[in-house]
């Protein structure tokens, strides 16, 4: 453990510390080749356009490269292996994506990424401006604001073990250590294997993304309700509206914006879920995911290339109109700058 610590402590000084002399060191490079101290007339307007001109991509530059062999690269690569066999050798063209689109566990998949997509972001968004709206209101709201982002902060891994101690069963006879069936025992009930219920047990994984997420959806949802002016509440007030109509009238359109963005955001996550289904369930009981399964496909039973990488390009694919309606979004947000 204290090895892991200072392991992570010097990747983080080295890190930060190698950043920092970098842009020092560049800077202070094109200073020296470049001088515009101790030079007159036009050398010296000429070599101060050079550094506006090279100064940009000091900083600019490591991120293109870095970008470019950790996300580029990588897309290229994974589309030129769908059309690849299981080892990545031979040209078998659309054969993959036929596959795919032929095989239950792909379909399958695909429907529980929709039930996902129609549940999650929309519980986590609703959630988390009912929240930002009510702890407004109370003094100890920001006390309650921290306890409901504090999961935020724990990995899907670790949730998901959290979780699992809450769904955890014990046999007939067995004191029931998970709290779930403790409560359900405690009123008569009969404890269950909340996980392998068919169906339902992709809605007990989908909680556990809404219990991380919500604390997000809060976060930005009460910084656009706190930019809402006081003289629109108050003017409705005076109208005679109550809480609801207010709520509902006036401030949900005025945010309206912002809570599209949260809602799509949310939803790039849900397609790509992979850490919750992979620790509680690892696809069982029909709760297979894409990114799950994709996994699957990737790198287990030996690793099928082709296969693992259509799945890949199909999510991407799914994902990519998200993205650009939510960058026009946030753009039209902040007047296209």
Not at 58 to 65: C, N, Q, R, S
Not at 309 to 324: C, N
Request: hydrophobic share 55%; with cysteine; charged share 10%.
């Amino acid at each position: 453990m204290a090895a892991q610590i200072f392991s992570a402590i010097t990747v983080i000084i080295i890190g930060v510390g190698g950043c920092v002399a970098y842009f020092w060191g560049a800077n202070k490079l094109v200073d020296v080749i470049f001088p515009s101290r101790g030079v007159k007339g036009a050398a010296a307007i000429d070599n101060l356009r050079r550094q506006g001109l090279i100064r940009p991509w000091l900083f600019v530059g490591p991120a293109m490269i870095i970008l470019t062999i950790y996300l580029i690269y990588p897309v290229v690569e994974t589309l030129r292996l769908s059309f690849l066999d299981r080892g990545g050798a031979n040209f078998v063209g659309f054969a993959n994506y036929e596959w795919a689109f032929g095989d239950r566990e792909f379909r399958t998949s695909i429907l529980n990424n929709i039930v996902w997509l129609a549940v999650v972001p929309a519980a986590c968004t609703f959630l988390g401006l009912i929240i930002a709206v009510l702890t407004d209101k109370i003094w100890w709201g920001t006390i309650a604001k921290s306890l409901i982002f504090l999961p935020l902060a724990i990995s899907f891994v670790g949730a998901s073990v959290i979780w699992k101690f809450i769904y955890e069963y014990r046999g007939a006879g067995q004191t029931q250590i998970g709290l779930l069936n403790a409560i359900i025992q405690y009123f008569g009930g009969q404890p269950q294997v909340w996980i392998s219920l068919p169906f339902w047990n992709n809605f007990f994984l989908m909680v556990i993304l809404i219990w991380i997420q919500t604390g997000f959806a809060m976060v930005i949802l009460s910084s656009a309700l706190r930019g809402i002016p006081e003289e629109t509440l108050e003017a409705a007030v005076i109208d005679g509206a109550n809480p609801f109509q207010i709520f509902w009238k006036i401030m949900v359109p005025q945010i309206w914006g912002t809570i599209a963005v949260v809602w799509t955001t949310i939803t790039i996550l849900v397609l790509k879920v992979f850490d919750i289904v992979l620790t509680m369930t690892n696809g069982q009981w029909n709760s297979q995911v894409l990114a799950n399964l994709m996994f699957d496909w990737m790198f287990r039973g030996g690793g099928d290339f082709g296969r693992g990488a259509t799945i890949a390009i199909i999510i991407m694919i799914a994902v990519i109109p998200i993205m650009v309606w939510n960058i026009r979004q946030a753009n039209k947000e902040t007047g296209g700058h």
